[in-house]
């Protein structure tokens, strides 16, 4: 038998239009575990955000996290590489994102730092007691920047998006939702992180299938042997695609890998 390698995205692709993992979903992967494959998951969230989702799924192999900026360890809840930049070495790009008034937050050094100029933009997080934030000003210096977010109205995103990368050329920079631009260190992607992943599992690429639904997803989708997008994707996305599969409304990636592998099926 050969063992395939799954990597799905997580929002828009694998869970629920309400940011969830069904029991659709939880049944395919452990069915798929049990016929021999990997199952595991390749997202934009951190590996904090990412945990209680692993933990329904029962994941222990190694997560593509901050867009492939992280590849983290469940198991001994460590990080096996990351791909980080400092405040130091990102001056410009902070400054020219003050410059514009861009609301925007940056994932560093374990926490969530918050830009001093757009603090109430955050309110949420502010009054969620789990959720600690730290305000960022000019003079903080962060040493291990994971991602920069740039928030943005949908209907900006796009024209944000092509200024940004044109300005800031040597950064790998995504739309990663229609109101979130993600920037990242140089030669950071969900691909790039995907084939270090099968070289630690001693999975050939020909044996790897993902899944997703935006823009950062685009890459990985490119790099596997088979690249699938779910129909809620943007066209941009769909294009760069092998197969189209249904909406993540309908449990899309659980119902493939059911056929796909003929997986048995709760009754």
Not at 22 to 35: K, M, N, Q
Not at 65 to 70: K, P, S
Not at 80 to 93: D, P, Q, V
Not at 259 to 266: G, N, T
Request: aromatic residues 10%; glycine residues 4%.
């Amino acid at each position: 038998m050969h063992r395939h390698l799954l990597v799905s995205d997580l929002d828009g692709t694998l869970l629920n239009e309400y940011g969830n993992v069904t029991d659709a979903t939880v049944e395919a992967v452990r069915a798929l575990r049990d016929a021999g494959h990997y199952f595991t998951v390749a997202t934009g969230r951190s590996p904090m955000m990412t945990k209680p989702i692993l933990e329904k799924l029962e994941i222990d192999l190694p997560v593509i996290t901050y867009n492939g900026a992280c590849l983290y360890d469940p198991r001994s809840d460590r990080p096996i590489f990351t791909r980080t930049y400092s405040s130091e070495s990102s001056k410009e790009l902070l400054h020219y994102l003050r410059e514009k008034e861009y609301h925007f937050h940056v994932l560093a050094d374990g926490a969530f730092h918050v830009d001093e100029g757009t603090i109430t933009r955050y309110e949420w997080y502010r009054s969620n007691k789990d959720f600690h934030i730290h305000v960022l000003s000019p003079a903080s210096p962060l040493h291990s920047i994971a991602k920069t977010t740039v928030m943005v109205e949908e209907k900006e995103l796009l024209p944000v998006w092509n200024e940004l990368v044109q300005a800031f050329p040597r950064w790998s920079i995504y739309a990663s939702s229609p109101q979130t631009i993600d920037i990242h260190a140089a030669n950071t992607s969900k691909g790039r992180t995907l084939e270090h992943l099968t070289r630690e599992l001693k999975v050939p690429m020909k044996q790897t299938i993902t899944f997703g639904n935006y823009y950062n997803d685009i890459d990985m989708l490119q790099v596997a042997d088979l690249g699938i997008a779910v129909k809620n994707a943007p066209p941009a996305v769909k294009v760069e695609a092998d197969l189209l599969i249904d909406s993540h409304e309908n449990n899309a990636v659980a119902n493939f890998m059911n056929l796909y592998f003929k997986l048995p099926q709760a009754t």
